[in-house]
């Protein structure tokens, strides 16, 4: 098993790349001619996303409990399958009705088939032990919006939208499934493993799964809030077009930066104080930026984006290291469905606020983030 664990790492950080790519990061590049085509705004576009991320946070503890009973590698192949029907279904759409009913497929395909369905995956192969394998997926998937969103431009200029949507479907059919069906390992669902290898552990408080909660959501919202409106806030900070992007495009890169230190040089230390590190990092950062201005644009993204980076890996090591593998990927589904419902409503409701107020709209995600570092101050790891 141990030898195979590199293999497994690549295979899934590539179907994870791919199921990335063609779900969260199409609609940047597709939904201004589907808008125009439909008749349409934009908005009303980014709308029917957002309801297929709510339905995907509703459907998550079933699908993490589906892989708890069955492991993880059927749910992800059945995932390819069900994001490529979607997908086709999309290109197919004669109007808006039909396609919201392709990205109500989509939803249900990203609640089987994204980062939780992944981790529970590694906690059902490799127990408490699967943090650097965590650590190494969301290492190989950062990079789904630099490879997803030129792929999609490129498609839509050469087919149009609906040839674009029809690529990401045949992908999923030629290159997901077959690597998620054939190169994941078939081993025990986490329950099973976990009760193998004597890592069953107490039963999880109803407390520490709430804090885990918060934290989350905080962090999925400042991260859907921030991805949707860097550049605005940055000129709200008084930075020049050209700065506000110069600065953005820093993001990808700081977030892949801090998850190469965590799998270097953090992997030692607990996911519970690495936690703590993350959270701190955008409270910091956007006193950076309020108190220094457009000068400091680049140094907040900085900041910002390796805190970002290393919550993701968060979001599947410290459940595992409080609670164990067993009953992992429903009780991720729970622990992760305010996250997800909060990535759906950030992008509108902290838009609202940005419109009001300015830049000093990040005091908000400042303000929850404090706050999440109090709540991970109030966890304590079990005793081993």
Known sequence: MAASRPLTVAVLGTTQTLSWASSYYIPAILAAPIAAEFGVSRATIFGVFSGALLLTAFLGPMAG???????GRDVLAVSNIVFALGLLLMGLSPGPLVFALAWALMGVAMAMGLYDAAFATLAGLYGKDARSSITGITL???????VGWPTTALMEAEWGWRGACLGWA???????LPLNRLLVPRTPPPEKAAAAQGEAGPPPRGRDMALIAFVLATAGFSAAALGAHLPGLLQAAGATVVAAVAAGALL???????????????????????????????????????????PMAAVFVLIHGAGNGMLTITRGTLPLALFGAAGYGQRQGLITAPARAAQALAPFGFGLLVDAVGAQALWLTAGLGAVAVAALFALRMPAR
């Open 140 to 146: 190989i998937a950062g990079f789904a919006s630099t």
């Open 170 to 176: 045949a992908l999923h059919i030629v290159v997901g």
């Open 252 to 294: 990808g890169p700081a977030q892949v930066a801090a998850r190469i230190l965590e799998f270097t040089f953090l992997r030692k230390i607990s996911p519970l104080v690495s936690a703590r590190i993350a959270a701190s990092l955008h409270p910091i950062a956007v006193v950076v930026l309020l108190a220094g201005g457009a």
């Open 65 to 71: 409990r589906a892989i708890d009973t069955r492991g």
